[in-house]
């Protein structure tokens, strides 16, 4: 029954941190502020839930980073792929090196291994932290698209580092080249396994429903369900659970744009996936806050060893957290130097970042819940039954990490991005006006071919809407309806249904040929849905 208590606490402190984060007088990024609910919790309960590291990842991830996948803009992240792939590959690995040396030197007892597992698990960031942040500051858009991308794809890179580290720990050795083709396959087949569940469950679902016709909800159940699927066959092989979500979700947005779904499971889908997103995302953060405590006294008074001094403590973690920031920074400015030289040995124009640029993407690797579920998993003990060194230290530093980097996001980020210019993105073959324009001219081609067929039955009706469509196009007011008859509503409802489909068909074919972008898509859909909602239910 408690935990039952704790956990209907944790929502209301999701519930409250919305409000919370708008009446503080300072920004402070809404994990900040469900973190520090989660330790008044633990503290208001005598104890938070025990965190399962396993169980954490499988009702935790999935679902975020699959509903992330689905939305980011694939339009960007294709374009940028040579700088995320740097970020997400490349970094993790400087990382893993410079920090596991870093960490070595401040703290000698801490062995090398144990340094290394630990800086693996910071390496990565987090897609949920990096979405509250930039949800809050006004980031250039193509600065945004590639720390996103980058935080969906270097877990991967960060949990086969974390791997091998903690076996090097375990029994003393390590093997560069069975790391390397563990890492090819645990990315190669979690992204496959993600596209292949993904696809085989959408294709069986449009099967089934063709045959048998379902319920409403059945749609909206199944895609909830699918991340878990991807995720559980790829931990089943082995391989990422994580990139095996990503795939899912990215799949999931092209499968999408075939328009296999109604507008009313789209409509019905976006509602529940935007309330799920936002109780998983505050609940982990709460869940999070609540192992503080606890971690905080391993660290003080770590079992059968030496109390550590708080001053001490403090001062590693802040100075470790920092270490991490200026590695970043190190790395984001060779990647830079080296892209320039490229552009310039092939004759492209170059643009030389500022300095902002560089500290505004070093800030901006904010972590969270991968690098605090990740750590928890380190072993209890060696295979000669000796406590696993330094434990209570490393989950303590990598706490600390999550803390300072968000605290620092919120604080620097706002300075370093007010009027900081990027590179334009390369627009759209198709802004929303010409999207809106090509999908009300071929409403109007359907209505035409429509008035043909049906003859003098169908004119009044069809006139009416066209008349609509008409003054769409020359951006002036809808004309009234006009006829009260039954049989004409009838027909003009049907019309307006046939031009709301050769809208959306329109729209979803400049979407597959990315004439426009992700965003202008989901919006002009989400208009047209609605539309057609409403003509249903007349």
Known sequence: METVEVI??????????GYVARVLPIALPLPLIQIAAGAVISGVFRHGIALDPDIFFLLFLPPLLFVDGWRIPKIGLFRDKATILELALGLVLFTVVGAGWLLHWMIPAMPLAVAFALAAIVAPTDPVAVSSITARVPMPPRLMHIVEGESLLNDASGLVCFRFAVAAAMTG????????????????????????ITFAIT??????????????GVPVLINLLTPFGAYLVAERLDASGILAAVAAGITMSYLELSGGATPGTRIRRNVIWDALQ??????????????????????LHPDGGTPFDPWWLASRALAFSLGLVLLRFVWVWISLQLTILNRKRLGRQVFKPKLRVMLATSVAGVRGALTMAGVMTLPLALPNGEPFPARHLAIFLASSVIVVSLLLASAALPALLRGLEMPAEPDAKCNEDDARHAATLAAIAALERAQKADGADGNRAVAHVLRLYQ?????????????????????????RLLALNAERDTVLRLARRMDISDETARRLLRQIDLLEARYQQN
């Open 173 to 196: 050795h390590f093997s560069l080249a069975q790391a390397s083709l563990t890492f090819v396959w645990v990315a190669l087949a979690g992204i496959a396994a993600g596209i292949a």
């Open 8 to 17: 209907l606490a944790m929502l209301l402190a999701v519930i409250a941190s």
């Open 203 to 216: 294709r069986a679902h449009g099967i089934l429903q063709r045959r048998f016709g379902e319920e409403d």
């Open 278 to 299: 936002f109780t998983l995302n505050g609940t982990m953060f709460v869940l999070l806050g609540e192992q503080l405590p606890d971690i905080a006294r391993g660290a």
């Open 471 to 495: 003054h769409r196009l020359n951006a002036t007011d809808a004309a009234g309806g006009n006829g009260d008859a039954q049989a004409l509503k009838q027909k003009e409802r049907s019309y």
